[in-house]
């Protein structure tokens, strides 16, 4: 089935560690994005790319980095620069660059700090 | 710039109540509007969208119709059941943009038997 895999489900963070989540689709979509969403909160977007080696910034980017090396991989690397990193982090992929406007989403990593 | 507003919840309903959430909008133009569900533990699946004025989106009973002279794009279904418990929400693609959608803050919804 096709679709968007995130990993892990859960994840821990100790204070000035980094941590990277994962987000792979087999869609075949170009387009692939990193939300936050922070309870009784809209989703606010990290990072985007809409092609493979090109990714901008969203509205939340400082202390995160991405990068996108493969088409069907889009990981998250949540820095120590980060202060308030507990969240739930989704994961979402379009197809023809983003103009498509339907999003399809992963079942999400809830990232927590220790 | 722009933005969503979405009514504030927890709404609560008994199976079979109709349903409303508010979501207005300020957007230039004619932007896409949609509206996003979103299960306990899961991603957000689109429920349905509507890309000008006066179309009604429909998906699953749930209907919404874009209007154009309120800015609004409110959410209803005639008869919710306890599956439809989720958080919703309301959303924008600016007009020309290329998939940076804006998310209003989400409502609740907990359906009773």
């Known amino acids: 089935d096709g679709g968007i895999t995130q990993s892990p489900k859960y994840l821990f963070r100790k204070e000035g560690q980094n941590v990277t989540l994962s987000c792979e689709q087999n869609?075949?979509?170009?387009?692939m994005y990193w939300y936050r969403q922070d309870p009784g909160q809209g989703l606010r977007l990290i990072y985007y790319?809409?092609?493979?080696?090109?990714?901008q910034k969203g509205d939340i980017a400082e202390g995160y980095s991405v990068s996108r090396e493969k088409k069907e991989s889009f990981p998250l690397t949540v820095t120590s620069a980060q202060k308030n990193p507990t969240a739930f982090y989704l994961c979402a992929s379009s197809d023809r660059g983003g103009l498509n406007e339907k999003l399809f989403f992963g079942s999400g990593t809830q990232l927590s700090v220790l | 710039g722009d933005s969503v507003t979405q009514m504030e919840g927890p709404v609560t309903l008994s199976e079979e109540a109709f349903l409303t959430i508010n979501c207005t909008y300020t957007a230039t133009g004619y932007p896409s509007l949609f509206w996003y569900v979103q299960y306990p533990g899961e991603g957000l699946q689109l429920l349905l969208k509507a890309t000008k004025a006066d179309d009604k989106g429909s998906n699953k009973g749930f209907e919404a119709t874009y209007r154009k002279e309120t800015t609004s794009f409110h959410l209803e279904k005639g008869s919710v059941q306890v599956s439809d418990s989720a958080v919703y929400f309301c959303a924008l693609l600016p007009l020309g943009n290329t998939g940076k959608l804006i998310f209003g803050q989400g409502t609740t919804l907990q359906v009773k038997p």
């Open positions: 869609l075949n979509h170009d387009a």
């Open positions: 790319s809409q092609i493979v080696n090109d990714f």
